[in-house]
Structures are given as C-alpha cells and as structure tokens.
C-alpha cells in the first residue's frame, strides 16, 4: 500500500448512499474520503477545490449526467481516477464513460470489498472493471472497439508484452521492474500503444487486447489478487 491514504470523492444523488459509502470507507486507514457531491456540478467545483486522487461517480444523475462530468472533472484535473458506480448497467454508456476517461467501473449490487479493491487498484493508474460489466461490454459489439480491431495496426513485440501486462492488472512500476525498463519507458509505450491502435485511454486499450485475443478475461483477474 501507498504511504498516504487515497484521498476519495463521492458523488452520488442518494444522500443515504453517500453516507453510506463515507461510513464503510472510513474503515480503511489507507483511503479518506475528503468529501461528497449531490450532482455533477457541485463535483466539478469541489474537484477544483480538493484535487482529490479518485471520485466515485454515480453515472445516472439529475442535471449534468455522468458523462458530462466526467469530461468536465478531467479537464481540471488530467490524472484524476474516475471509478463509475452505479446499478444501472447499459453497454453504450459503459463505452461513453470509459471514452470521457473513466478508469474503473463497479456495479452497485458488488460485495463492498469490490469498492475497496477497485479504488485501490485504480489509484495506481490501473483499469478496474468488474467480471460482469466487462464481459456485457465485450459482448457488446461496440463500433468503436470494432473499428479499431479490423485496423490491423501492428504492435511491436515490446509494445505487445507491455499491452498484456497493463491488461493484466500490472502498473507501469510492476512492467518496468519485470522488463527492466524505466516508468518513463513504459509509459512512452503505452502512449505509442495508445496512438497506433486508434485508442483514448488504457481502460480501452486493456478491452481491447481482451478482444483480441491476446489476453483472457480470466487472466485480467489478476490484478484482485493483490488486494484479496
């Protein structure tokens, strides 16, 4: 674990959910929830304010909607961690958050541990997706993903092993002790990955190679391990 605790923000339109979350979250000595936002506008002042490390961000939300949010937090803060949580799980949206930069996605009817692992894992700047939300959106036959795929662009055998790892849950420290290679290294990779492949963010680029072929979902898992 990091030395200092993830600094987390809610944003849910249930004050009882909120709470709720502050509640259990309190528990854990490693992450402090320093605040909480009834809607997507009061998230994007407050994340202007905290500059907190990673928001839990209800997608479904009268007024501005996840999405919106999303876009609009991230362009104030470029390396926020946005982890959607929410009941209502609809493929197209799933595609539109991680596309807006959304890094982690966690379905509300989760075990509260799930939460806390993705939270953790997303902190590193690792993409946290649960089984079942990941298999709806590789079922999904999104066009975005399908066009990406039928480019053939070709990765080469470096990019390919740092793709795989990323995919599998590793952060850029875990790639560049494994291959020998400088953090800087790895993420020059990971952006050239990113770029060939017509991609925006890793949570797309681990879907992808999940796609592909080149890892399984099951091998994805690995990145729970850590935190079990």
């Not at 202007?48 to 997608?59: E, N």
């Not at 999405?67 to 799933?94: F, G, N």
């Not at 966690?106 to 939460?115: F, G, H, I, M, R």
């Not at 797309?204 to 990145?223: F, H, I, N, P």
Request: charged share 25%; hydrophobic share 45%.
């Amino acid at each position: 674990m990091a030395s200092k605790a993830i600094k987390i923000m809610i944003v849910d339109d249930h004050a009882m959910v909120r709470k709720g979350m502050k509640a259990f979250l309190g528990e854990f000595e490693d992450i402090q929830v320093i605040g909480d936002a009834a809607d997507g506008w009061q998230a994007v002042e407050l994340v202007q304010q905290l500059m907190p490390d990673v928001v839990l961000l209800d997608l479904f939300m009268p007024g501005m909607d996840g999405i919106e949010t999303i876009q609009r937090m991230i362009a104030i803060q470029s390396d926020l961690k946005i982890v959607i949580l929410t009941a209502y799980v609809k493929e197209d949206k799933v595609m539109e958050a991680i596309k807006a930069g959304a890094l982690g996605y966690v379905a509300k009817e989760s075990q509260p541990e799930d939460l806390v692992q993705a939270i953790r894992i997303v902190s590193t700047g690792t993409p946290a997706i649960s089984p079942g939300i990941a298999w709806k959106i590789l079922h999904a036959g999104s066009d975005g993903m399908e066009k990406t795929s039928q480019k053939n662009m070709e990765l080469s055998d470096r990019e390919a092993e740092v793709l795989r790892l990323l995919t599998k849950g590793k952060t850029d420290q875990e790639i560049a002790s494994q291959l020998v290679l400088s953090d800087v290294t790895i993420r020059t990779h990971v952006s050239r990955i990113l770029m060939k492949l017509g991609l925006q963010n890793r949570v797309q680029a681990a879907l992808y190679c999940v796609r592909s072929g080149m890892v399984s979902l099951e091998e994805t898992y690995d990145m729970n391990e850590a935190y079990s």
